[in-house]
């Protein structure tokens, strides 16, 4: 049984570019939230989607902006990159959108902003 | 809104002492806890969970948590660590009515023999 699977594991791009990070959830996980851990720092959420909605944003600006598929998979777009963009970009995902579901993570798509 | 504060940023010890790595946390309503490991290069794993009942909570590799309700904690506790032990470690809570995590800044524990 797959976990969660995130692409790509690392990339580069620059100032003022755009980039979109997949994940893939766990099997039989229906609800996908993205997190941003900058280095040194404790995960910081991001949004959730469920049912192909965004349900819950964290704070961050518009740039950052998100989609769920049919599949359940989902898709993190982050425009007009700034330096500060540069982190470990988290997936996770579980079977419903309450706390009481265990939220399995991937290994990050690591993000570098030149 | 909810805040976790870990009150230990590095917590160095050595091979089969005990340890408590140290997690308050704040909420204007009722939370769930957790506390994850990440270990270098890797994303994070559930250590243990509080959601309701006892409050001493068993997790896996001989790791336990206690919540206090009046003072507001849940610190991770193991009695005997390994080398393999050494990673970060985060608290984190979310509300009982929606699944956002909101985490602490982690705690690096470093095993030395």
């Known amino acids: 049984d797959a976990g969660v699977t995130q692409s790509p594991t690392h990339l580069i791009k620059t100032r003022g570019q755009q980039v979109t990070l997949r994940c893939s959830p766990k099997?039989?996980?229906?609800?996908v939230s993205w997190y941003q851990q900058a280095l040194g720092q404790g995960p910081q959420f991001i949004f959730q989607y469920y049912e192909e909605e965004e349900r819950q944003r964290g704070n961050f600006p518009d740039r950052f902006s998100g989609h769920q598929f049919p599949n359940y998979s989902s898709e993190l777009n982050v425009n007009a990159l700034l330096l500060g963009d540069s982190a470990l970009y988290l997936c996770?995902?579980?079977?419903?959108?309450?706390?009481?579901?265990?939220?399995?993570f991937g290994e990050g798509s690591r993000l570098t902003v030149l | 809104a909810q805040s976790v504060t870990q009150l230990d940023s590095q917590v160095p010890v050595f091979e089969e002492a005990p340890v408590e790595l140290r997690c308050n946390y704040s909420s204007s309503v009722s939370v769930y806890l957790f506390w994850y490991v990440q270990y270098p290069n890797q994303g994070l794993q559930l250590l243990l969970k509080?959601?309701?009942?006892?409050?001493l909570v068993k997790g896996i590799n001989g790791f336990e948590a206690e919540f206090n309700k009046s003072q507001t904690s849940f610190h991770l506790r193991k009695p005997s660590v390994h080398i393999s032990d050494t990673a970060e470690y985060f608290c984190?809570?979310?509300?009982?009515?929606?699944?956002?995590?909101?985490f602490g800044q982690g705690t690096i524990l470093t095993v030395h023999p």
């Open positions: 984190a809570v979310c509300g009982t009515s929606y699944g956002k995590l909101t």
């Open positions: 996770a995902s579980r079977d419903g959108p309450s706390g009481t579901g265990e939220l399995f």
């Open positions: 099997s039989g996980h229906d609800t």
């Open positions: 509080y959601l309701s009942g006892s409050t």
